[in-house]
């Protein structure tokens, strides 16, 4: 029996999706135990690479530069939101502290299609986009490649959900219903 090109493809979108899943689900459960009974606590258990040390040490101004993300020295340094970022130059630094929001990743370094699938998945530093001007991260294993999935989805729908499950998760965090 032959199968189409397109029934391959509408196939392969659940397969792929369930391969991510299965990917993230120890990550997921252990985010998960942590949180349960526990609303008003925001961070899951499992913290992104943005947590303590950005990025795993990458500097978050690279990833806007052509050449691409490359990693920072621990000698040139800057915090900002509890999360210290290294840089190559002082340079680097300096554009970071000007403007710190036009540099962190996009939820709070969580993998974007996990956001929009309303999961906590983490991610690999050089597995990104720009989206935006903002520093989206993916997840990628040698199962799943959370980008593609992204890119796979239809980029606008994947961002409107995400950013509603990360706004929706930011005013829990805070205290809000709405």
Known sequence: MTLGSTTVRSLLKPLALAALLLAAAPMIALATQARAGHHEEAA??????????????????????EAGPHVGSPAISAEHAGVVYF??????????NATPERFVPAYSGWCATGMALGK?????ATNYKIVNNRLM?????PEADALQMWNDAGE???????????????????GHSH
Do not use: C, I
């Open 44 to 65: 899951p258990a499992v913290a992104p690479l943005t947590t303590a040390l950005g990025l795993g040490g990458y500097s978050p101004v690279s990833y806007f530069n």
């Open 120 to 124: 906590y998945f983490p991610v690999s």
């Open 87 to 96: 840089f190559a130059t002082d340079a680097e630094r300096d554009l970071f």
């Open 137 to 141: 991260l993916f997840l990628h294993t």
């Open 156 to 174: 606008a729908e994947q961002l409107k959900k995400a950013d509603a499950f990360f706004k929706a998760e930011s005013m829990k965090s805070h």
